[in-house]
């Protein structure tokens, strides 16, 4: 069974930063491709950034130059560091992992960005 869990979440002020991390359990980790979705209220949850087992990035143009996705294949985790936070990227961040077979998410992290 596939479990991800989701932390570093939290308030910050408008241009700060924060660092999420997603630690996966289950086989072949390195193999996924991993992703950061986000959720705002009353909006539809939307891909954030993605990463494949072979380390190659993709990130949506609102977070282009301010986010950064990263993995360790070793430690089972997945990373989103996010600078110059603004008030628009408040949202509940989900991770996500896609499988040729299925795709798995986590509960989860809040991330509230003051003006």
């Known amino acids: ?3 991800l869990v989701e932390s570093g979440g939290g308030l910050v002020q408008a ?5 999420l991390s ?3 359990s289950g086989s072949f980790f390195s193999l996924w491709t991993m992703g950061w979705y986000r959720q705002a209220p009353g909006k ?3 891909l954030v950034a993605s990463v494949t087992g072979g380390g190659n990035a993709d990130y949506a143009d609102s977070v282009k ?8 294949n070793v430690k089972k985790t997945v ?3 996010m600078n110059s ?16 077979a299925s795709e798995y998410w986590g509960q ?6 003051s003006s």
């Not at 241009?15 to 660092?19: D, Q, V």
């Open 1 to 3: 069974q596939v479990q």
């Open 15 to 19: 241009g700060e930063s924060l660092k």
């Open 22 to 24: 997603c630690i996966a």
């Open 44 to 46: 539809q949850r939307e």
């Open 65 to 72: 130059g301010r986010f950064t996705i990263s993995r360790d």
């Open 79 to 81: 990373y989103l560091q």
């Open 85 to 100: 936070l603004k008030p628009e990227d408040t949202a509940i961040y989900y991770c996500r992992m896609g499988t040729p």
């Open 108 to 113: 989860g992290t809040q991330v509230t960005v």
